[in-house]
């Protein structure tokens, strides 16, 4: 099943998203406001959200009360990704990240943890951008640099090393199967530019009192829409080998 199936758009009006069966069990790892979670819980999953930022889970409780969803449909809790060790094994039918595996300072331990939280047959997708190798010439360099810079200021060391790639071969070396990719770079582009717009002019004046450091978000909003800090945006879906799939066929151990 294509990963953006996650999408209500293209899934059948009766099946949730994903094509998971109403009341299946899934793991936003990294939930910040909680609005991924409350819009998956609406249609029928049962959510848990993780995030280890008090403040955004402070906003996703307050999001969850005003969407006044039947009690335990959609819960948030402090709990680092690297860290699911009070997670029964085989818990969830389904876990996703949305950019935040880019913030991890171990990712193949948080994706051992996902895989073991996971039912067999379970799915993982990931929504995370990567980006082109370097070039190795001097402007492949300068972009590098300026990747870095970004990278270090927004405590992301995962993204400083995901060239293209990156996932499909970590989710291999995890034990996952049936790997899919979809590359959504486009559908981001009008928002990238519309970003872009917004943080143009802050963005020099930003520059010009050398505040980078304290405006992170626009030094990378502006550098990623012009190609100076470049990134892909990628989908991948991954399944846990074993046990059924949704759609009740067999997985089969590879
Ligand atoms: C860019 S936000 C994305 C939030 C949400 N997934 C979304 O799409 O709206 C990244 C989130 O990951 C959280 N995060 C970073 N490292 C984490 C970790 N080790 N465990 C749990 N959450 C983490 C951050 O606190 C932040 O809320």
């Known amino acids: 099943m294509p990963s953006a199936a996650w999408s209500s758009a293209s899934s059948p009006a009766s099946a949730s998203p994903g094509g998971f069966p109403r009341g299946s069990r899934v793991l936003d790892a990294g939930c910040g406001d909680g609005q991924v979670a409350i819009f998956l819980a609406s249609k029928g999953l049962r959510l848990t959200g993780i995030d280890v930022m ?23 809790l402090y709990a680092d990704y690297h860290h699911l060790e009070h997670i029964p094994d085989a818990l969830y039918d389904g876990v996703y990240t949305m950019e935040t595996l880019l913030h991890a300072t171990d990712p193949a331990a948080a994706l051992a943890g996902f895989f073991r939280v996971l039912r067999p047959g379970g799915r993982l997708v990931l929504h995370e951008s990567e980006h082109p190798e370097d070039t190795g010439d001097r402007q492949g360099r300068d972009k590098v640099e300026k990747t870095a810079a970004i990278n270090e200021l927004a405590a992301m060391p995962t993204n400083q090393v995901t060239a293209s790639g990156f996932y499909r071969k970590l989710l291999e070396d995890t034990g996952f199967v049936d790997i899919e990719e979809e590359d959504l770079s486009e559908n981001i582009r009008p928002l990238a530019r519309l970003i872009y717009a917004i943080e143009i002019v802050p963005y020099y004046i930003i520059r010009l009192f050398r505040l980078d450091r304290y405006f992170v978000n626009v030094i990378a909003g502006v550098r990623g829409f012009t190609g100076e800090s470049p990134w892909s945006y990628v989908v991948i879906d991954a399944t846990k080998p074993g046990g059924t799939s949704e759609d009740g066929s067999e997985k089969k151990e590879e």
């Open 54 to 76: 008090v403040r955004h889970l402070q906003n996703s409780w307050r999001n969850i009360r005003k969407a006044g969803l039947p009690a335990g449909q959609v819960e948030v």
